[in-house]
């Protein structure tokens, strides 16, 4: 924490400038910024519909990045052969998520930027907060403009986000900059069980399956149905 302190104390915020809506904080030196992971929204087919306010309520989480990676991707692909047993939630966390120090250093850089209720996750991967656009702004280097497309409405980072290199070897990404696009599945009510399954009603490539189709869908309508299966649930202590 005393490290921090010190390398952070040549960024520390003196003021706020207050020239529209966008501006950022005014700072004694100008940080060295270094670009994470979260690069600038795509805004193919969106409509940009004007910079965000600075008072705009933000929340983001900061991604946190993994030590020891190389290493762990050879442990999970030697799990998934079968050639090791996995690792123990206690060996990854002492191993290969971040320290605590690290998710610590994270969580003060976004205290001090304004961010108000800053939590640090279990495992230390992910450090959130709430704050607001002009937060988010003078936080990562960048400028939140609304944008609609397809019907969704949100914010977006007009540039990549930065950080201050000082904490740039432990960031990795900033997840909540952008709110236009959403994840989602492509699961959809079926029509007519399994009979609408052939039914030429149905757009070819487009079909939505309930429960009952899923033997016809996997060709295992003709299989036993393992109803006279003897079946136990075995708890250990």
Do not use: C
């Amino acid at each position: 924490m005393k490290s921090f302190i010190t390398n952070f104390a040549s960024t520390t915020i003196i003021g706020i400038a207050a020239f529209g809506a966008g501006a950022g904080r005014v700072y004694a030196v100008t940080p060295t910024w270094s670009t994470t992971e979260t690069p600038a929204f795509v805004s193919n087919g969106a409509v940009s519909t004007g910079v965000a306010l600075d008072t705009e309520p933000v929340s983001i989480t900061v991604s946190l990045r993994l030590r020891n990676r190389a290493q762990l991707e050879d442990i999970a692909a030697a799990v998934a052969s079968g050639a090791i047993p996995p690792i123990t939630h206690q060996e990854f966390l002492s191993t290969y998520a971040p320290t605590a120090a690290q998710a610590q250093t994270v969580a003060d850089y976004l205290s001090s930027q304004g961010y108000s209720n800053v939590t640090i996750d279990a495992n230390n991967l992910l450090v959130s907060g709430d704050g607001t656009a002009g937060t988010a702004a003078a936080a990562f280097n960048t400028t939140l403009s609304h944008f609609t497309r397809n019907g969704n409405s949100g914010i977006g980072n007009l540039t990549d986000a930065q950080v201050p290199s000082t904490i740039a070897n432990v960031d990795l990404a900033v997840l909540g900059l952008q709110t236009v696009d959403h994840p989602h599945t492509f699961i959809m009510q079926a029509q007519g069980g399994a009979s609408s399954l052939n039914s030429a009603a149905t757009p070819a490539g487009l079909h939505g399956y309930d429960p009952i189709a899923f033997p016809l869908v996997y060709s295992a309508n003709t299989l036993p149905t393992g109803s006279a299966a003897n079946v136990a649930i075995v708890s250990g202590l």
